[in-house]
């Protein structure tokens, strides 16, 4: 019955080793285009808008794991096509004290509710955190920038998403009804 489950969940689900997908059911294959078989043994480097992404978005990822066993967010995926969307990521380690060597990661495809604005990697990251609900401050603590850095970047992401004001800004990039 666990088989049938995986292969037919209404979420997409895939086995990851040392971040390295070993398999993935129906529903992960359809949000990234094409077939099961098409992602045995596919880094998940991939499916990361850039190189950076995949490493920022990683170690932030390991060091919530390790702690909790767990991590979760949304973020900007990338398609096997090279279209972008936003997508909500979750996984739960099976191996504790090496969190990345083994786990159950799922994936939601969030594009119909929240559409992909150009962003640098930098506006990227201080979307996601602004998302969290960090302060400008914690965010220029957490990317070694100054709040006013910060501030500059959070005034384009305002102008970007048509956003009156903060609020607002994190109701549109977390696809809340406004």
């Known amino acids: ?52 992404d995949y490493e920022t978005i990683g170690a932030r990822g390991l060091a919530e794991m390790r702690k909790t066993g767990r991590y979760s967010d949304e973020r900007v995926m990338r398609r096997a096509n090279g279209a972008l969307f936003w997508c909500r990521v979750r996984g739960q380690s099976l191996t504790p004290d090496a969190p990345f060597m083994r786990g159950i990661w799922s994936f939601a495809d969030l594009s119909e509710e929240r559409p992909v604005v150009e962003l640098t990697q930098r506006e990227r990251e201080v979307a996601i955190l602004t998302c969290r609900g960090l302060t400008s401050k914690e965010i ?39």
């Open 1 to 52: 019955m666990g088989d049938i489950a995986f292969e037919h969940a209404p979420i997409g689900l895939a086995m990851l080793e040392n971040r390295v997908i070993r398999g993935c059911n129906r529903q992960f294959a359809q949000i990234f285009g094409g077939a099961p078989d098409d992602y045995q043994n596919v880094p998940l480097a991939h499916f990361y808008p850039s190189r950076q």
């Open 140 to 178: 220029g603590l957490e990317l070694s920038l100054s709040y006013r850095t910060i501030e500059v970047y959070r005034a384009r992401l305002l102008e970007k998403f048509r956003a009156r004001k903060l609020a607002e800004l994190v109701a549109k990039l977390s696809g809340m009804p406004l």
